[in-house]
């Protein structure tokens, strides 16, 4: 690329453009802040030895007008968590050390500790994460910042009904992830004003150029035609960027996209800026010479600009209040399907406010619809973009609302990248997935999911609840909507039989034991869930098993599983409609590897299934009632065999 002249000052335009902004905007502070900014993450990623100084240098004269401008960010700088105050999200997160600098020089960080960057016990790290009280959501996994911005524009818009603004700043590299035009669609969609999206274009990724460089009419292009207004921009003249953010707070009905050319390592030394290879590398021995060089750029060096207050009430963020949950009167042994009980258990639980549903086009399959229908206002459809609608759901629960996530279970996988940062947001997020094992039946086994408890459960801080009947199903929704934390919840498509009354209490963390009716002793525990406790329970018709419920996967009611195996010689069998790594074999067996007197055995899905009728698929794949009777006797034999074994060894010692 052709050499350049350093935009970082104010008199970039026409005299006459230059000197009306001076009027009424600080233009040569904002310079002078924006190298400030400049220095601050050449010395916070010198002093932790890593860091991308070169990224946050590309976005100095941004994050300078955006916290310091009058047309930039509205916000009450003394509490970050005011609801009222313009957010932004950092999506390009890497470029974290400029964002905490930023803070710094608004008050809230002391400039002291910036230089604590990534230490263990500093919370300024590496990434941005909630841990801090002004970032609302973990970024650093690309493509995820966006998602969450149309999530926080959505409910600003539509729910809160506020002057709020969401500003949204993303690498240019960043928008090769499909999920920033899933996001892109959806702003388009619902005309969401109130979001402005900046894209960082400085050429350079992390090994080599970027995909556009700075063919900026390519990327207006592609913006353009997913519903945004689009406006270009020098990304280092502070002129132009103060009259573009002027121009997006009056734009209606589109999102904007501000499209910045920008240089990597802007106003470092030559054989920096704009060049490959300093990607996420601190400056080292070129530090002295570039921070040398930034300060004698400074025309004040206590230049200072009070950000722009919000002129509304503070906003705090409330908990979900009350929730009520109103169960149809089930009939013990009535056939109801586990996603339809699920769906009017969301319907009943959607009449607290805080409520909302999103899902991705197939409402009428996992039973959203109902509440879809109950509450139209607070249903979101995201069309089928899996990883966009996980994304807006965290942005939501940062704005204090309670989502539930609704698609099929096997398609959840699509987005399971952003439920593991969801748990890095610490987000009160509820996830469900429908359709999920073999006994789906004829539709095949790319719509099973058979994966779904291995990714759940390693999820920090998640609850994932299982339910076996409807009134379980419906206890598990409210369990979900009161408590706060990532909770994933396994509905079966089929219809099964109703076992509790509506009064039985469900908890978290705990399972429901049923034993045999009469006094013969167990021969195994057989702990089950879903569509296989219905299998278990016609099983235990034939032998003598006490079947577990197990309702509540992670936690596991390990205490109880180990209190009933002990009656049953410490024989257990697992059976579940998943395959057996990471499902309920996995959570017992762990659960129980210091118990020396259990032996665990898992009937699980045990081959690639395929279309057929559900119970065919059952007994097929080797899960269904007649399997489970089958264990139970060959178990039988082989403790025979092991007791014959011991009685005729012990009969030769007692010879010798």
């Known amino acids: 690329p052709p050499k350049r002249k350093s935009h970082g000052t104010p008199g970039k335009g026409t005299p006459a453009k230059v000197k009306k902004l001076a009027e009424n905007h600080e233009l040569e502070k904002l310079a002078d802040i924006a190298t400030k900014l400049r220095i601050h ?45 313009d957010k932004l999200v950092l999506s390009k997160g890497h470029a974290a050390p400029i964002l905490y600098a930023a803070w710094a020089e608004a008050g809230y960080v002391k400039k002291e500790d910036l230089k604590n960057l990534r230490k263990i016990d500093c919370d300024l790290e590496g990434h941005p994460t909630p841990r801090l009280p002004f970032i609302d959501v973990a970024t650093g996994s690309l493509g995820q910042g966006i998602c969450n911005a149309v999530g926080m524009a959505y409910s600003i818009k539509n729910w809160e009904k506020t002057s709020s603004r969401i500003w949204c700043i993303c690498g240019d590299g960043e928008m090769m992830e499909g999920s920033c035009w899933e996001a892109l669609a959806i702003a388009g969609h619902y005309h969401l004003e109130n979001l402005t999206i900046i894209i960082d274009m400085n050429r350079l990724g992390q090994s080599k150029p970027t995909l556009h460089e700075h063919k900026i009419a390519e990327m207006k292009a592609k913006c353009s035609a997913f519903g945004a207004q689009v406006f270009t921009i020098d990304g280092h003249s502070i002129p132009d960027i103060i009259t573009t953010f002027d ?39 070129n530090a002295e010479k570039v921070i040398e060089h930034l300060k004698s750029k400074i025309k004040d060096p206590e230049a200072h ?36 009980a ?48 996980v994304g807006m759901a965290v942005g939501m629960h940062c704005r204090g609302f309670v989502p539930f996530v609704n698609t099929f279970g096997a398609f ?18 509820k996830i469900v997935g429908s359709h999920c094992g073999a006994s789906i039946g004829q539709d095949g086994t790319s719509q099973m999911a058979l994966e779904d408890l291995a990714m759940m459960r390693p999820i920090f801080g998640s609850t994932v ?28 498509r089929a219809a099964l039989p109703t076992v509790y009354s509506n009064e039985e209490k469900f908890e978290i963390g705990k399972c429901k034991v049923h034993p045999k ?34 309702f509540s996967v992670k936690p596991l009611d390990a205490e109880k599983i180990y209190e009933e195996a002990v009656k049953a010689d410490g024989v257990i069998i697992t ?82």
């Open 305 to 340: 600009v009070e950000p722009t207050k919000h002129a509304g009430e503070k906003i705090e963020k409330k908990d979900i209040g009350e929730v009520t949950l109103k169960i149809p009167e089930y009939k013990l042994g009535d056939k109801v399907a586990i996603r339809s």
């Open 247 to 285: 121009k997006c707070r009056k734009t209606i009905n589109k999102p904007q996209v501000i499209l910045a050319k920008t240089f990597k390592g802007n106003d470092f030394t030559e054989d920096i800026q704009d060049k490959l290879n300093w990607h996420g590398k601190p400056l080292g021995n």
């Open 41 to 85: 993450s050449v010395e916070m990623t010198q002093a932790s030895k890593s860091g991308h100084p070169t990224t946050c240098s590309s976005i100095a004269e941004i994050m300078s007008c955006l916290f310091f401008d009058t047309y930039g960010m509205n916000y009450d700088c003394t509490f970050p968590q005011d609801l009222m105050n």
């Open 575 to 656: 059976v579940e409609d998943h395959y057996i790594q990471g499902g309920i074999y996995d959570a017992v067996c762990g659960a129980l590897s210091q118990k020396k007197d259990v032996s665990v055995h898992g009937l699980a899905i045990n081959d690639l299934p395929r279309s057929g009728e559900p119970d065919e698929l059952l007994e097929m794949f080797g899960v269904s009632s007649k399997r489970i009777i089958e264990k139970v006797k060959s178990l039988q034999v082989l403790s025979l065999y092991h007791l014959s074994n011991r009685l005729i060894f012990q009969t030769l010692l007692q010879k010798k």
């Open 342 to 389: 699920y769906g009017n258990a969301l319907k009943s639980v959607g009449n607290n406010e805080k409520v909302v549903c999103l899902d991705a086009d197939t409402s009428n399959s996992t039973m959203s619809c109902l509440f879809k229908d109950s509450h139209p206002d607070r249903f979101v459809e995201c069309f089928i973009g899996e990883q966009n609608m």
């Open 412 to 429: 959840h996988s699509r987005s399971y990248d952003f439920i593991r940062m969801a748990a890095i947001s610490m987000a009160n997020i």
């Open 517 to 550: 009716e009469g006094d013969a002793k167990p021969k195994a525990v057989v702990v089950a869930a879903g569509i296989t406790f219905d299998e278990a329970k016609k099983a235990q018709k034939e032998v003598d098993i006490t079947v577990i419920d197990l």
């Open 465 to 492: 609840l299982y339910p076996s009947d409807p009134v379980s199903a419906e206890k598990a929704t409210e369990l979900a909507a009161k408590t706060k934390g990532i909770f994933y919840i396994r509905t079966t």
